[in-house]
């Protein structure tokens, strides 16, 4: 897929030293998974949250 090629230009001429770009998004998210796939971003790791909701009334 093309993405435009002014979008890492304008990067790569405002901050040379910047190497890599790291983003994140929840897997669920397809919008922004597009987004970060048109801009050829690939994944290089995944992860969890986790939440334990304690029953109502326990403290």
Same mark, same amino acid.
């Given at each position: 897929m093309d993405h435009p090629?002014?979008?890492h230009a304008a990067l790569?001429?405002?901050w040379p #030293?910047?190497?890599r770009?790291?983003?994140g998004n929840?897997? #669920?998210n397809s919008h922004l998974l597009?987004?970060?796939n048109r801009l050829s971003y690939t994944p290089i790791?995944?992860?969890g949250w986790f939440e334990r909701k304690e029953p109502r009334g326990a403290e």
């Open positions: 090629p002014h979008a790569g001429r405002q #030293e910047v190497a770009i790291i983003t929840a897997s #669920e597009a987004i970060n790791a995944a992860s």
